[in-house]
T-cell receptor
Framework: GENVEQHPSTLSVQEGDSAVIKCTYS??????FPWYKQELGKRPQLIID?????GEKKDQRIAVTLNKTAKHFSLHITETQPEDSAVYFC????????????FGAGTRLAVHP | KAGVTQTPRYLIKTRGQQVTLSCSPI?????VSWYQQTPGQGLQFLFE???????NKGNFPGRFSGRQFSNSRSEMNVSTLELGDSALYLC????????????FGPGTRLTVT
């Protein structure tokens, strides 16, 4: 069945350090992999996404890498700041899935000043 | 453009009652998906509507239903509420032509007592 595993469930870093969150998906037909950031009491916000025809994508301090062979993708945040503290969700969907996103369980990131 | 809006934001219902939640997508977006978010199960796909037609459905009982109107606004209904239906219900809309990118509304927090 469709499944996305996400690790770690919690991550604590010092301001300025890097943070890495990893996800593994089960359905090899998956071709779209977004990452969402959800602050306490707020909506999930799309922060970056990657499609299966790309191996890496960067946006300022955020980057996502995709390894289709291993069926895993990762979120990298460099020079972390306290405002990066939130829960991060990875997700996967496949063609013909009509926007059905399968989400990972989430990673609670805490950035300490 | 205004973002995805959901009403009401908070709702308290009693077991056995039914509830209707509303979602207005971003102007021009024709696809609306619904998700249930709980601490135990995370973010789970409920269903997706496009041009007033349900195109995909998640693994939820028939008590969960939805519809979409000609102006792309969507409603979801839960009948015979159970305690376990307490959750944050999120809808997301998709921009036409941008495969899979979904933008979430603020959610409706449903509490069943």
């Amino acid at each position: 069945g469709e499944n996305v595993e996400q690790h770690p469930s919690t991550l604590s870093v010092q301001e300025g350090d890097s943070a890495v969150i990893k996800c593994t998906y089960s359905d090899s037909a998956s071709n779209y992999f977004p990452w969402y950031k959800q602050e306490l009491g707020k909506r999930p916000q799309l922060i970056i996404d990657i499609r299966s025809n790309v191996g890496e994508k960067k946006d300022q301090r955020i980057a996502v890498t995709l390894n289709k062979t291993a069926k895993h993708f990762s979120l990298h945040i460099t020079e972390t700041q306290p405002e990066d503290s939130a829960v991060y969700f990875c997700a996967a969907s496949k063609p013909g899935g009509y926007n059905k996103l399968i989400f990972g369980a989430g990673t609670r990131l805490a950035v300490h000043p | 453009k205004a973002g995805v809006t959901q009403t009401p934001r908070y709702l308290i219902k009693t077991r056995g009652q039914q509830v209707t939640l509303s979602c207005s997508p971003i102007s021009g977006h024709r696809s609306v998906s619904w998700y249930q978010q709980t601490p135990g199960q995370g973010l789970q796909f409920l269903f997706e509507y496009f041009s007033e037609t349900q195109r995909n459905k998640g693994n939820f009982p028939g008590r969960f239903s939805g519809r979409q109107f000609s102006n792309s606004r969507s409603e979801m209904n839960v009948s015979t509420l159970e305690l376990g239906d307490s959750a944050l219900y999120l809808c997301a809309s998709r921009i036409q032509g941008a495969e899979n990118e979904q933008y979430f509304g603020p959610g409706t927090r449903l509490t069943v007592t």
